[in-house]
């Protein structure tokens, strides 16, 4: 119980070392199912016109293909075999492709995407993540948008170097433009650039201003974000999960500055 969430003191031996495991771990993988499209249904019933509800389907190294095969893993062999880190990378990828067809078909209109193990602030470079990781995403977001649905892309590192790829996608909404220290998200630069094209989501840090901060800091921090994000697509949000310490005052002044400096549209 004294560890929380981390630092995670198991050490787990990966599943894939080498090609010949692909066709072992090809039999692991669970099959989609749309089980998760009845909830979203009882919860879009409940909340109405008071709340979105949106369904998650994790990328495809995010909790799965990075669960068989660290990411660091990944891009060594990316550099050094490539055929073999596609293979499985896309094994995991066709299954994204099967559930998120299902949830459409089943009704589900409003997606959560994280693709935060695929991030910059993992290691990865946007020359991958061009080649490798947009011709993925843009499949994704043009299913769902053959449905008139909508697709929020979820990264909590850094996001600017990526932003253009994801404009270039197709993605309606991006979260969580974490700015520095954790991230590199400069909000007002951001609506500059692509605000026309593409919503941003958040940007209120969720440790050194909800947490840690007082709720001066945290006026000042929804002030400024309001005042960047007003000139183009912008929602008010937190760059990850409010964690648990956190004030019950800062969260009390981040709802009503929220309300006070922003609008409704």
Same mark, same amino acid.
């Given at each position: 119980?004294?560890?929380?969430?981390?630092?995670?003191?198991?050490?787990?031996?990966?599943?894939?070392?080498?090609?010949?495991?692909?066709?072992?771990?090809?039999?692991?993988?669970?099959?989609?199912?749309?089980?998760?499209?009845?909830?979203?249904?009882?919860?879009?019933?409940?909340?109405?016109?008071?709340?979105?509800?949106?369904?998650?389907?994790?990328?495809?190294?995010?909790?799965?293909?990075?669960?068989?095969?660290?990411?660091?893993?990944?891009?060594?062999?990316?550099?050094?075999?490539?055929?073999?880190?596609?293979? &499985?990378?896309?094994?995991?990828?066709?299954? $994204?492709?099967?559930?998120?067809?299902?949830?459409? /078909? +089943? @009704?589900? !209109?409003?997606?959560?995407?994280?693709?935060?193990?695929?991030?910059?602030?993992?290691?990865?470079?946007?020359?991958?993540?061009?080649?490798?990781?947009?011709?993925?995403?843009?499949?994704?977001?043009?299913?769902?948008?053959?449905?008139?649905?909508?697709?929020?892309?979820?990264?909590?590192?850094?996001?600017?170097?990526?932003?253009?790829?994801?404009?270039?996608?197709?993605?309606?909404?991006?979260?969580?433009?974490?700015?520095?220290?954790?991230?590199?998200?400069?909000?007002?630069?951001?609506?500059?650039?692509?605000?026309?094209?593409?919503?941003?989501?958040?940007?209120?840090?969720?440790?050194?201003? &909800?947490?840690?901060?007082?709720?001066?800091? $945290?006026?000042?921090?929804?002030?400024?974000?309001? /005042? +960047? @994000?007003? !000139?183009?697509?912008?929602?008010?949000?937190?760059?990850?999960?409010?964690?648990?310490?956190?004030?019950?005052?800062?969260?009390?002044?981040?709802?009503?500055?929220?309300?006070?400096?922003?609008?409704?549209?």
């Amino acid at each position: 119980a004294e560890y929380g969430i981390s630092p995670n003191p198991i050490r787990l031996e990966h599943a894939v070392k080498c090609v010949e495991d692909l066709d072992r771990v090809a039999h692991l993988i669970p099959e989609p199912d749309a089980l998760p499209a009845d909830s979203y249904r009882n919860l879009e019933a409940v909340l109405g016109e008071d709340g979105l509800v949106r369904c998650c389907v994790y990328g495809p190294i995010d909790h799965q293909a990075g669960e068989l095969m660290p990411p660091e893993d990944m891009m060594v062999n990316w550099l050094t075999d490539r055929p073999f880190v596609r293979r &499985l990378v896309g094994m995991f990828w066709s299954q $994204v492709m099967a559930q998120t067809r299902l949830l459409l /078909e +089943a @009704g589900v !209109r409003v997606f959560f995407t994280p693709w935060y193990w695929h991030s910059l602030s993992v290691g990865w470079g946007p020359v991958i993540f061009r080649e490798w990781f947009l011709p993925m995403i843009a499949e994704q977001v043009a299913l769902v948008h053959s449905y008139e649905g909508l697709v929020f892309y979820y990264d909590d590192g850094k996001m600017m170097g990526i932003v253009p790829i994801l404009v270039e996608a197709g993605v309606d909404v991006v979260e969580t433009c974490t700015p520095p220290p954790v991230g590199d998200f400069d909000l007002e630069e951001a609506v500059r650039s692509w605000g026309p094209r593409i919503t941003f989501l958040g940007h209120t840090d969720l440790i050194y201003v &909800l947490q840690r901060g007082s709720v001066e800091d $945290v006026r000042r921090s929804v002030q400024r974000s309001c /005042e +960047a @994000g007003k !000139r183009g697509r912008f929602i008010l949000g937190t760059t990850d999960g409010i964690r648990e310490g956190t004030p019950v005052a800062n969260l009390d002044a981040f709802f009503r500055y929220g309300r006070e400096y922003g609008k409704t549209t």
